[in-house]
């Protein structure tokens, strides 16, 4: 998020030369990589600072063009996160679980350490208040653009509390609950330009008494590296009681994650150092069905987590799994019986291939259970199902173009620095 701070100047002095231009599609592109709902959230935050630019800039036509090919930058850069995410929900998926809206809001307005999984900041707090004091206070001393980013902080810090009507919102608008989830997403997407505008008010503003002007940062100083002490100290000795139970430390419930023998994370945390990295996959689930492909829409509640649970974390274990060298994987197990509907714990998307036994497993063969468990017939004895992913074309065609565009980025920088 810091980064994107720069690029709010860029766009309210309405001048943008080419290596803003890069700057602003790069920084996009690079929030992609990581969420893609980040950069839902973060793009209104652009738009009060380049309705401005426009109003501003002296040649209009280079100024909106230039945003254009920056968007356009952002789009190409981001086609390898872009294109496998549509091609995914070309199936019916799994929604991620919708959740009850206003527990999931920014405390930042109503600070408090509830336990050492508190989303609680109390220096952020403390900086939020600062934020709306000084700007009312200060407002006619501000400059322009600090009193935008300390609006458009604001606007953000607030959306994502219980000041808003979350209850009315996930009524009316029930596609929330799974996709946005914790309203306190965009709270969190505040904090870095809030930090930002407290620091420049406190500059431009510049109190006379210097004991202020020195002694306030040392205090927020002091009392973050306080908080942040305790705080880890809390966690490290919560994560080594031999009591705190595993699904606590993983911040879900005891329906949502499931170990065949391991119950608190004192037992875990062994597998972190081992060689071998498989255990830790093997010995603990989260149970988990998002974007799951099913054959009909399915509600994620409790219910569907303890199908997955059943059809999935319970099963895959007595299944033995080898990668292949040319990127495929073959389960293989032995069957007492043969069986016209077998329950196996994988999951086939549009584009997945399945072979059994050496035979291609065509879609007529194949059945699906309510969380995508695939039932197939298998054979007495000894049963190979290899599964592999072939990408669209269009798919990889947009993983090549972004691969391209990043390269040729990260050379335009290169020769720009050596130049310089």
């Not at 701070?5 to 690079?30: C, M």
């Not at 298998?378 to 269009?394: A, E």
């Amino acid at each position: 998020m810091p980064m994107v701070i720069p690029s709010l100047v860029h766009l309210f002095e309405g001048h943008f030369n080419w290596r803003r231009t890069v700057y602003l599609g790069v920084v996009v592109a690079l929030l992609a990589q990581f969420q893609v709902l980040t950069v839902a959230i973060v793009l209104p935050m652009l738009l009060p600072f380049f309705a401005h630019g426009v109003w501003v800039a002296q040649a209009k036509l280079r100024f909106l063009g230039r945003i254009v090919l920056a968007a356009m930058l952002a789009i190409v850069l981001s086609l390898n996160t872009i294109m496998p995410l549509a091609e995914v929900y070309r199936n019916t998926l799994i929604s991620p679980v919708a959740m009850n809206m206003v527990p999931q809001t920014s405390p930042i307005f109503q600070p408090m350490y509830t336990g050492v999984n508190s989303n609680s900041d109390i220096v952020i707090s403390v900086m939020a208040f600062l934020l709306l004091g000084m700007t009312i206070a200060f407002w006619k001393k501000l400059s322009v653009v600090t009193r935008f980013m300390a609006i458009v902080a604001l606007v953000y810090l607030v959306v994502g509390t219980s000041l808003v009507p979350w209850h009315l919102l996930e009524t009316n608008y029930p596609g929330l609950r799974s996709f946005l989830q914790m309203p306190r997403r965009i709270s969190l997407t505040g904090y870095a330009l809030t930090i930002v505008v407290v620091g420049k008010v406190f500059m431009e503003v510049r109190p006379d008494n210097n004991v202020v002007r020195h002694l306030t940062p040392v205090i927020l100083a002091v009392v973050s590296v306080l908080l942040l002490t305790q705080k880890v100290a809390n966690n490290v000795y919560y994560v080594q009681n031999e009591k705190t139970p595993l699904y606590a430390v993983l911040q879900a419930t005891p329906r949502n994650v499931y170990s065949p023998d391991i119950h608190t994370f004192v037992q875990l945390q062994p597998l972190f150092h081992d060689s071998d990295m498989g255990r830790l996959i093997y010995h603990v689930d989260r149970t988990t069905p998002d974007y799951v492909p099913v054959d009909s829409t399915t509600e994620t509640h409790q219910p569907t987590y303890d199908a997955y649970m059943n059809s999935f974390s319970k099963q895959w274990r007595p299944y033995q799994h080898i990668v292949n060298g040319d990127g495929t994987m073959t389960l293989q197990w032995k069957s007492n019986v043969a069986n016209k509907k077998r329950l196996i714990p994988v999951v086939a998307y549009e584009q997945t291939r399945l072979k059994m036994n050496g035979k291609t497993v065509n879609e007529g063969m194949l059945g699906r259970n309510v969380v995508g468990a695939l039932f197939i017939p298998d054979k007495k004895g000894i049963n190979k199902l290899t599964i592999s992913y072939v990408p669209m074309f269009g798919t990889m065609a947009g993983i090549v173009a972004s691969l391209i565009a990043w390269i040729a980025v990260f050379l335009n920088v290169a020769i720009w620095l050596m130049k310089r």
